[in-house]
């Protein structure tokens, strides 16, 4: 499957962006879809994670509250709505794909990553 993520850009603190991932290639509801972030000289960190049928959804302790991922089947694209950004919030966004089912935050079990989308959040 082949990722492409989009909707980056600069805003200020308290402000919203809504991020997307256009997926194609083989059927989009058979993968878990995940978002994660790296901002400079840091690992890349979880963000978020929504199950292929939409149904269960997972997110980082420091976006809950703030952040909704969400797909549209359908459409074969996956969300990432940030709502209240902060200075903290900048960095590299990058959405991936994982088969077989969940199996947690870590980066290794996600199979297919997308080129990633810079969020920049002004103080």
């Known amino acids: 499957v082949q990722l492409q993520a989009s909707g980056g850009g600069l805003v200020q603190a308290g402000g919203s962006l809504r991020l997307s991932c256009a997926a194609s290639g083989r059927t989009f509801s058979r993968y878990v879809m995940g978002w994660f972030r790296q901002a400079p000289g840091k690992e890349r960190e979880f963000v978020a994670a929504i199950m292929g049928s939409g149904g269960s959804t997972f997110a980082g302790d420091s976006v809950k509250g703030r952040f909704t991922i969400s797909r549209d089947n359908a459409k074969s694209t996956v969300y990432l709505q940030m709502n209240s950004l902060k200075p903290e919030d900048t960095a590299v966004y990058y959405c991936?794909?994982?088969?077989?089912?969940?199996?947690?935050?870590?980066?290794?079990?996600?199979?297919?990553w997308g080129q990633g989308t810079q969020v920049t959040v002004s103080s």
């Open positions: 991936a794909a994982a088969e077989g089912g969940y199996r947690g935050t870590a980066s290794r079990f996600y199979d297919y």
